[in-house]
């Protein structure tokens, strides 16, 4: 009783508890991170890569754009316009020439004017003139995805104008942004179907390779020799131009795709057969052949998910040689041809060093592959750190 009154008495200093917090907090992060499975350590490394992820936001805006090209576009990529042809990219404006500000995007109208000693024609902008920005307009017709029949439009001008040409015009009078949200389409869906058919070749010819040996991998092996070998760009070239020029499009969009995949795989079974070798030795592939298990159910239940998270990574950084590969086909003719819309054909209209000269802006797509192709490397860099069981 006495002791409780000492404790109570005034100006007697109490010790305050010892601050455990932090401690609990350390530990239940240990925990936390010991229980968790591959995939959310993945996913909590690669969240730290900021620029890979900023880069897969990139991606995501890409594909989004490319999925429904039709509806962002603001006109028909094929659609022609010879009263206006090398219109240079316009200026979106929200400040007028009285310094007005406005809340509705705008541009200037145009008028032409032809050199008397070049007879060559320019635009010069209409400050009198103004077009307004609007969005979900009724446009060109188009049919999304081939299914749905619509004319509307994200964004375009009011009116019947139909001058808007962010990027500019080709020679043709055709608009080069159009044919560029049209074009991504074709490229970025390359990148994805042609490694989806190298992941395939990669991983079963370079598991039977690493998992038997012998014979087997030495066969393997200098056929992946062979191919590697080989000048690529000529090679690309050499088969692209094997098709017969009769053919529709989409059959040579789909044998671009098989060749540029038969191409590509040899890198990946290259990597799958050296974790075959040094994992076909493990206990865990004892331990299923001794329980009676199948080579097959070895190798795709038990070998490839091991190293998994690492072809995730190969792959992403795969993805944009296939891009630049069919850009490379499309941009020497001997690829996709017109009207399909890629990159590479819009890229086409650019070979001349005249036609550069006179309209700098068809080099523009050219622009678009270099930042999906930097995304895509941006982003297989963070998967492979999140990948590497040693990275802290």
């Known amino acids: 009783m006495g002791q409780a009154q000492d404790e109570r008495r005034p100006g007697r200093e109490v010790q305050a508890p010892v601050a455990v917090a932090p401690r609990l907090v350390e530990e239940e992060e240990t925990a936390r991170i010991f229980v968790a499975s591959q995939w959310k350590l993945m996913y909590w490394r690669f969240r730290k890569h900021k620029l890979a992820v900023a880069s897969f936001f990139v991606l995501c805006l890409l594909y989004f754009v490319a999925i429904f090209a039709e509806f962002v576009a603001p006109y028909d990529p094929n659609k022609q316009n010879t009263k206006l042809l090398f219109v240079p990219p316009r200026r979106v404006r929200f400040v007028d020439r009285e310094g007005k500000l406005k809340l509705r ?35 060109d017709p188009y049919k999304l995805w081939g299914l749905f029949e619509s004319d509307l439009h994200l964004f375009g001008l009011e009116g019947n104008d139909r001058t808007l040409f962010l990027l ?16 991504s389409r074709i490229s970025l869906s390359v990148g ?81 057969r050296g974790r075959f070798l040094s994992l076909r030795e493990e206990d865990f592939v004892m331990a299923a052949r001794l329980a009676g298990a199948s080579e097959w159910r070895i190798i795709m239940r038990h070998l490839v998910p091991s190293f998994l998270s690492y072809l995730i990574a190969h792959l992403t950084l795969a993805i944009p040689g296939m891009i630049l590969g069919e850009t490379a086909l499309s941009f020497l003719g001997v690829g996709l041809r017109p009207p399909v819309v890629s990159w590479g054909v819009t890229l086409n209209e650019a070979q001349q060093l005249r036609v550069v000269a006179q309209a700098p802006w068809l080099l523009l797509p050219g622009a678009f592959i270099v930042l999906a192709v930097l995304a895509f490397n941006f982003v297989g860099d963070g998967l492979r750190d999140a990948a590497d069981p040693y990275a802290r």
């Open 105 to 139: 995007p705008f541009v200037y109208g145009l008028t032409q004017q032809v050199d008397m000693e070049t007879l060559r024609k320019t635009y010069v902008e209409d400050e009198a003139s103004k077009l307004y920005i609007r969005f979900f307009v009724h446009g």
């Open 168 to 183: 500019g015009s080709d020679r043709m009078g055709r608009d080069l942004f159009s044919r560029v949200i049209h074009g």
């Open 192 to 272: 994805l179907l042609g490694i989806s058919i190298s992941l395939i070749l990669g991983v079963i010819i370079g598991g039977i390779s690493g998992y038997y040996g012998g014979m087997v991998d030495a066969i393997v092996q200098r056929t992946i020799e062979f191919l590697r070998s080989m000048p690529t760009i000529p090679l690309w070239m050499a088969l692209a131009a094997a098709l017969p020029t009769d053919w529709s499009p989409l059959r040579v969009y789909f044998c671009i795709l098989i060749i540029l995949s038969l191409i590509g795989w040899t890198g990946l079974a290259r990597v799958v």
